[in-house]
C-alpha cells in the first residue's frame, strides 16, 4: 500500500526525508557534513556521503555556502 501511494518503500522514503533535511542543514551553513550526518540520522559519514551523491548527483561537501 506504501508503494502505491508514494511510489517507493518506506526505507527509500525515510532516507529520501532525511536527505533532504541534511540538505537543508548544509545550506544553512552552521554544521559540517560529519555534524549533519549524526543529525539527519546517519551513523555513517562515508555511508552518508555515498546516499547524499547517489540522491543529489554531487557530494555534500558542494553544497555548504562558501563563505
Do not use: H, W
Request: hydrophobic share 35%; proline share 4%.
Amino acid at each position: 500500500l506504501f508503494d502505491r501511494v508514494y511510489g517507493m518503500s518506506p526505507i527509500e522514503y525515510l532516507r529520501s526525508v532525511r536527505l533532504e533535511y541534511a540538505k537543508e542543514l548544509l545550506l544553512s551553513g552552521e554544521y559540517s557534513v560529519t555534524e549533519v550526518s549524526i543529525r539527519a540520522g546517519f551513523n555513517d559519514t562515508a555511508y552518508f556521503s555515498r546516499e547524499f551523491k547517489k540522491y543529489f548527483s554531487y557530494p555534500p561537501s558542494k553544497c555548504k555556502i562558501q563563505s
